[in-house]
């Protein structure tokens, strides 16, 4: 089997109307955990987005490790 050697990080968070806009949004949450990585050691290899009801999302980060 293959040693692929990646990370998948998952943030799931509240999109109702009534979730605040600026502490704890998702996009907040998603750009930190970006800001994270290590440009040389971490490239991001996929995002993708999920509609898990009606109020929540999860976006997939894969990046390599």
Do not use: F, H
């Amino acid at each position: 089997m293959a040693d692929y050697n990646t990370i998948t990080k998952v943030i799931i968070n509240d999109i109702s109307p009534a979730a605040s806009s600026v502490v704890g949004s998702l996009a907040k949450e998603i750009n930190d955990y970006i800001q994270t990585l290590d440009s040389t050691n971490n490239a991001i290899i996929d995002i993708q987005s999920i509609r898990l009801d009606r109020s929540r999302i999860a976006y997939i980060v894969v990046s390599t490790g």
